[in-house]
C-alpha cells in the first residue's frame, strides 16, 4: 500500500530537513519505503511525504515513532490501494 502524508510546514527548511531525518531512520527501522516529501500541486497543502508499507499499522508505527512536530500545523494522511479491473 502507498501512504500520503499530506501537511503544512509553518517551520524553517532546516527543520523540516531534521524531521525529514527521524522519518527516514524510522522507515529503517520498519521496513518501511520512503520515498520523499513532495512539493503540493494542492492549495491546502505545502507538502507531501510517500511512503510504501504492508499495512496500516505499520505504517501508523513508523509515524508514532517520531511524532507530529510542532511545526506541522495540521496533515492528513491518503491511503492508496491497488485495484483489481477485470
Known amino acids: 500500500m502507498i501512504f500520503l502524508l499530506y501537511f503544512d510546514w509553518s517551520g524553517s527548511r532546516r527543520e523540516l530537513a531534521e524531521w525529514n531525518n527521524r522519518i527516514k531512520e524510522s522507515c529503517e527501522i520498519e521496513d518501511v519505503k520512503f520515498m520523499g516529501i513532495y512539493g503540493s500541486m494542492n492549495e491546502k497543502w505545502n507538502h507531501v511525504s510517500m511512503f ?6 505499520i505504517f501508523l508505527k513508523t509515524v508514532r515513532r517520531v511524532g507530529r512536530p510542532p511545526h506541522m500545523t495540521h496533515y492528513i494522511t491518503e491511503i492508496l490501494i491497488p485495484q483489481k479491473i477485470e
Do not use: I, L, N, Y
Not at 510504501?52 to 499499522?57: M, R, S
Open 52 to 57: 510504501e508499507a504492508e499495512g496500516f499499522e
